[in-house]
């Protein structure tokens, strides 16, 4: 085995760790808002909306370090061939794995996602609708997260 790999991967888990940590931190702050509607959302306070902001830039981030990071080098540790591999094989891999529940999850994440990086502060149904999907979604990108976390750790002797 490549001794790279197994650095890269406690990179992408180190890194996945930090998001997901102060994600969980911001979510914490404002888990009480949720659901949002458009008169909630009009009171919120700048701290409030620091903390929604940090929720769904670390939200992306997560999602964007697990996809583009961990998912590859969890991969490439158990010996498979990703070259020029699609993002949606890898997906299916995991599935097929079993390291993840259901690709069509990661999918929908990725649509949440997109929903809340593309901020149109004009338009407040939509940031409302977004940030309320987010708070639904975040209890699964949690647990995806840990379960990859805990295998990853306990599979390669990582802790």
């Not at 591999?85 to 690709?103: V, Y």
């Not at 995806?144 to 390669?156: D, P, Q």
Request: one cysteine or more; charged letters at 30%; glycine letters at 2%.
């Amino acid at each position: 085995m490549n001794p790279e790999k197994p650095d890269q991967l406690r990179e992408a888990l180190r890194l996945c760790d930090i998001h997901f940590l102060r994600m969980s931190y911001a979510f914490s702050k404002v888990t009480d808002k949720f659901p949002l509607d458009e008169t909630s959302y009009l009171k919120l306070s700048p701290d409030d909306l620091s903390y929604f902001d940090q929720l769904i830039f670390r939200f992306s981030k997560l999602q964007d370090s697990m996809g583009n990071r961990l998912f590859p080098s969890l991969l490439e540790n158990l010996g498979e061939d990703l070259e020029g591999k699609p993002f949606i094989d890898i997906l299916t891999r995991l599935e097929q794995l079993r390291l993840i529940e259901n690709h069509k999850d990661w999918l929908k994440l990725r649509e949440t996602r997109n929903m809340v990086i593309h901020e149109y502060p004009f338009n407040s149904n939509e940031i409302i609708a977004g940030l309320n999907l987010l708070n639904v979604q975040f209890s699964l990108l949690k647990t995806i997260w840990l379960s990859l976390k805990e295998y990853a750790e306990n599979r390669f002797n990582l802790n």
